[in-house]
């Protein structure tokens, strides 16, 4: 059973304060971030000569016409040019958010060892493909492959590797820079679709891709933290007993300023994709989400794995989510494209229906929940007892707050897991209780 082991691991000191520099400073951060927020005027001009994608984006709805949120949202974060994320590490204390992984290492530490605990319950395959999706820097990854380097069992008896999606040059520059000692740009030459190939400083094969679809396919764990909620969603409003879609125009009165409109005909994304009974009179929806969601069913069925997705969301009952952040502080969505990070909330019923009924679902559950059931209480004791001193201590209470108190992160985050079909059963027998998701507290 997953706690067996786990006890193993939690009561290691072998698992040491590597990232513990990322702490404190980190912890204000987040208060600030999603508790203080509030619309920021913005410094920097908001004109097309100074920002050279609102130059991009007018001209084009000049041109065309207005486009979708969605089409924005691609633009304003993954354009290859001048794209939020491709250029510049917007993650922690001087960037503009900060995510659990980079809180404390704590957090990843515990879905290394939920990762292990599903490979025991899944039969110990031969083979494990640890697919990460939207990686960051790599810390949570890091995190994740120091608990397997201390599980030798499952070191020399399963062939891991380790594949990347990453859409950003310069994460993925991080990336292999904090998990190799050195890495390469894959060659034109080569055949397979990774663009960057190394080997961790653990040992174990690991690769970059723009797409889930060319990662590999067998026996895999898809881990997705804070993924979902970067990807272009739609904006649909219900007028009388149709559906119109919220578009994203230039202001005729402001020619610089972006606003946005109503488009005039029924949506053809509406048609596709909300309910015929829905209630809500405004929803999101993201048909990246549901190709991506719809590869991971059918990859865990075919041949087995688990996914773990965790994000702020909610079940298909919010309406208007979608917000900006920059330097910790809400910011105006269609304020100076490409200088502040565009969200919305994951909406997990969504996820659900497009994933099919071939595979099973666990939660969402609040991160709260996840983390003690996962057992932080007593890694936690842990590391307290192992701290040298009073600061360090402090550091470590401090970060385990902000990642627990339902006030912080505690509530607002919800961890989501899929399964192939047969874990259900399993978890209802009590054979192979599922960890994270049922209730079991180790202190
Ligand atoms: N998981 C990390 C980082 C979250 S930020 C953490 O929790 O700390 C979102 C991550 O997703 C970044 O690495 C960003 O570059 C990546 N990303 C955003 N859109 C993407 C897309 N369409 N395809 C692949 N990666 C994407």
Redesign the pocket.
Known sequence: MWWFFSFEIMMSSNVRFKHFGRTVNHVRSVFAARNVGRYQSSKTENSPDSNPLLKYLTMKIKATGPITVAEYMREV??NPFKGY?MHHDM?GEHGDFV????ISQIFGELIGIWCISEWISGGKSKSLNLV??????G??MGDILRVFNQFQYLLNTCDISIHL????PK?SEIQALNLTEKSTEAKHEDTSSCYKTGITKTGLPINWY??IQDVPSGYTFYIA???FD??PIHKLQKMQDEWREILIDVDPDIPQKLRFVLGSSCSLIAKTFVQADEKRNHVEVCP?AAIIIQKLANQLTKYGGAALIADYGHSGDKEDTFRGFRSHQLHNVLLNPGTADLTADVDFNFLKTMAGNTVSFFGPITQHEFLKNMGINLRLKVLMENAKDDTMQKHLMQSYDVLMNPDKMGKRFQFFSIFPPGRLEQTSKNKYPLAGFTELEMS
């Open positions: 974060l993954t994320y993650l995510t659990s992984p980079e990460e999706l939207g990686p960051g820097r810390s949570l999606v990453e859409v950003s994460l723009y797409h933290h804070e993924f970067a990807l990246e």
